[in-house]
């Protein structure tokens, strides 16, 4: 079976079920982001308070990069054609960095740092391992190459040339860059706020001594940390009794004062599960509700007022899931995060898998090894449980199984959606 040009096209394969009305997780995502626009507050901060942040408008290079001619190695610097045959030149002055740009004295060779501007007259620098000092003289042991060692006045970028584009999220390595470029300050995009309601009269706070029937809260401190892992705010956290008309006005007080709402838990069918109907009270428009896929069936977004409001399931693996899948789309939107797409990549199955077809699978799945072509294998869980955490904790990432599928095989192509930091973890 070649799954190979599914990564990044329209299909999921869930469309194929017809049974049910449940949106494909591509038309939910394609609803998703003609709903939810980005927030149009601007502001310029600091470098060192931007990562994570998305610019609102493009970096480019405030002068040519690099700014002078400097030496790259530690040496000396000299004008090639000064080089006697066979004999030394003498040593005068040092160029060091950061210090104005010298002048070489014609038929001289000047001490040079790694980083300093190439005194003016002169056009090469030989490395210190290539010369022999005596004295105040050097002697140089083979080839010069004019020109060597020198790092050119804009060989990287030029002047004005645009580094980075508005709407990229400023990672580490774009800091960087912002900082080579001349930017102390950058114009981003406001961090959107994010409000985290969670439902279920049975869970309480991890730790707390838990009464008949309790469980501890996964989702309030998960899903926080995922919230700022995007790039979101959380400026509220509230725990909501399972009763319709607490919960909306939960939302309905969240919504006027944050840029998301997510809600945790009672998004399902059950007579205790709010959600759906607070927002239909609320008169919030509904963008998507129930999507087929597995975990995550009754995972909603609706719009009240302009604030996008996230229905997640309450089984903590639901959550994550769905979370990874939707909630990170809708704040990258927020935020005007450009070209922010969930990272994927081919690997194939280490075993068969069975699937029961209707909704399309992400499975929790484990990096074992590569083949004799370099791809990946992953061993697979068995079937997805949406109340497991420990299935999250030992898997590097998850394998999509399609909707339509029913047996997968041992070597057959899989997209594979890596979460959590780089590397496995075990438990
Ligand atoms: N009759 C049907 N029942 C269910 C259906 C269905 O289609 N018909 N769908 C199932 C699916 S699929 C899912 S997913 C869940 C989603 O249910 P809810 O979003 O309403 O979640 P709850 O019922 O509130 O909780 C489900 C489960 O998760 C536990 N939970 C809730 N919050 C937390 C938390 N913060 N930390 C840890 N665990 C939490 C809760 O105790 C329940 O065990 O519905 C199925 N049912
Ligand atoms: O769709 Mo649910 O998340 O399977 O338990």
Partial sequence: MVLLDRIETAACGCEADHAQPLLSVSE????????????????????GAALGRVLARDVAAATDLPRFD??????????????PNGAGLP????????????????????RINTGAPVPAGADT????????????????????????NIRRRGEDRKCGTILLSAGTRLDARAIGVCAAAGAGRVAVRRAPDVALLLTGDEVRPAGET??????????????????????GRVAVVRHVDDCRQALIQAISEAAAKTDLVVTSGGVSVGERD???????????????SGVAIKPGKPITLAM????????????????YVTWHLFGRSVLARL??????????????????????????????????????????????????????????????????IPADADILHRGDLLEFLPIGAAGPRRM
């Avoid at 190695?73 to 080089?83: C, F, K, S, V, W």
Wanted: hydrophobic share 40%; with cysteine; net charge neutral.
């Fill in 304 to 319: 009240l007022d302009g604030t996008p409001v996230l229905g997640l399931p309450g089984n903590p693996m639901s959550a």
């Fill in 70 to 83: 400097n030496s790259g190695m530690d040496g000396y610097a000299l004008r090639a054609g000064d080089l």
């Fill in 210 to 231: 838990l009464g008949s029937g309790a469980i501890w809260d996964v989702n309030a401190p998960m899903l926080a940390a995922a919230i700022t892992e995007a790039g």
């Fill in 28 to 47: 939910a995502t394609d609803r998703l982001r003609a709903a939810v626009a980005p927030l149009i507050q601007i502001e310029t901060i600091p470098l």
């Fill in 125 to 148: 620098v030989v490395m210190q391992e290539q010369v022999r000092r005596i004295g105040d003289r050097i002697d140089i042991d083979g080839q010069v190459r004019p020109g060597q």
């Fill in 91 to 110: 040593v005068l002055g040092e160029a060091c960095a950061g210090a104005p740009v010298g002048r070489l004295t014609p038929g001289s060779a000047m």
């Fill in 335 to 400: 935020a005007g995060e450009r070209g922010a797409s969930t990272a994927r990549r081919h690997v194939r199955a280490a075993q068969g898998i069975t699937h029961k077809p209707g909704r399309c699978e992400y499975r929790p799945a484990r990096i074992e090894g590569y083949d004799s072509d370099g791809m990946e294998i992953v061993h697979c869980q068995p079937r997805t449980e949406s109340a497991r955490m420990s299935q999250l904790l030992s898997a590097d990432g998850l394998v999509l």
């Fill in 274 to 288: 709010h959600v759906r109907p607070a927002l239909a009270a609320l008169a919030a428009r509904t963008v998507f």
